[in-house]
């Protein structure tokens, strides 16, 4: 898992999907993470990277719009994507998609995922 910094002085040579958007227990502000999936090349000549991407970014949109039904939707679209590699990550985010849905989020949810223990 990377933080914006990171992700940024990496992303040239390194295939970079942005994880989520959370503030760690009594920190207001969220902060970006991310992973690393290989090296860029390799992924740009032997995937849909860029597609996948961008179906990604719109499941990620989608949540946090309170969309949770479409981002689950995208979810199970996405688990295939990225020679599957991300798949626990998408079912993880079907969980979280569920459990949002039933929480008492106010309309002016910025999307950051608090959590609540350390």
Request: aromatic content about 12%.
């Amino acid at each position: 898992i990377l933080g914006p910094e990171t992700a940024a002085q990496i992303e040239d040579e390194y295939a970079i999907l942005e994880l989520d958007c959370i503030a760690v227990k009594g920190k207001k502000e969220g902060v970006r993470i991310y992973t690393v999936l290989g090296k860029h090349d390799w992924w740009m000549n032997n995937s849909a990277y860029v597609m996948e991407t961008q179906q990604h970014e719109k499941m990620l949109a989608l949540y946090r719009m309170q969309k949770f039904d479409t981002a689950i939707n995208f979810c199970n679209d996405l688990k295939n994507c990225f020679h599957g590699e991300m798949k626990n990550y998408y079912e993880l985010w079907i969980e979280r998609c569920e459990e949002m849905k039933h929480a008492d989020l106010p309309k002016d949810w910025d999307g950051v995922y608090r959590a609540t223990s350390k």
